[in-house]
Nanobody, 128 residues
Framework: QVQLVESGGGLVQAGDSLRLSCAAS????????MGWFRQAPGKEREFLAA????????YYADSMKGRFTISRDNAKNTVYMQMTMLKPEDTAVYYC?????????????????????WGQGTQVTVFS
């Protein structure tokens, strides 16, 4: 049974940093590309960043470049998202997702509907 568990969310002040983790069980994540998304109340799920199975390739939403960094440690079966200079508008539930290791991923990495597995999400709340 594939399970992705996010952690590291919380209540922080604007300008602070957070590191989210996504721990996988029941699956070896080196067989998967991984992505981070978020969803705020009343809004659609938003792509943040993705990373290829090997970690050699990373992809970011334009609005996240420079503030968010995705990384992975396949030996620990874990994916990370380092978030800096947080803003109140970053408040949302943050999800990690896994997609099978196909070359087409470099085309559709931003489409949440293409991912096969999802975590339950972790809440990030940023106050000013």
């Amino acid at each position: 049974q594939v399970q992705l568990v996010e952690s590291g969310g919380g209540l922080v002040q604007a300008g602070d940093s957070l590191r989210l983790s996504c721990a996988a069980s029941g699956v070896t994540i080196s067989n998967y590309h991984m992505g981070w998304f978020r969803q705020a109340p009343g809004k659609e799920r938003e792509f943040l960043a993705a990373i290829s199975w090997s970690g050699d390739n990373t992809y970011y939403a334009d609005s996240m470049k420079g503030r968010f960094t995705i990384s992975r440690d396949n030996a620990k079966n874990t994916v990370y998202m380092q978030m800096t200079m947080l803003k109140p508008e970053d408040t949302a539930v943050y999800y990690c997702a896994a997609e099978t290791r196909v070359w087409e991923f470099m085309i559709y990495y931003g489409d949440w509907k293409k991912y096969a597995y999802w975590g339950q999400g972790t809440q990030v709340t940023v106050f000013s």
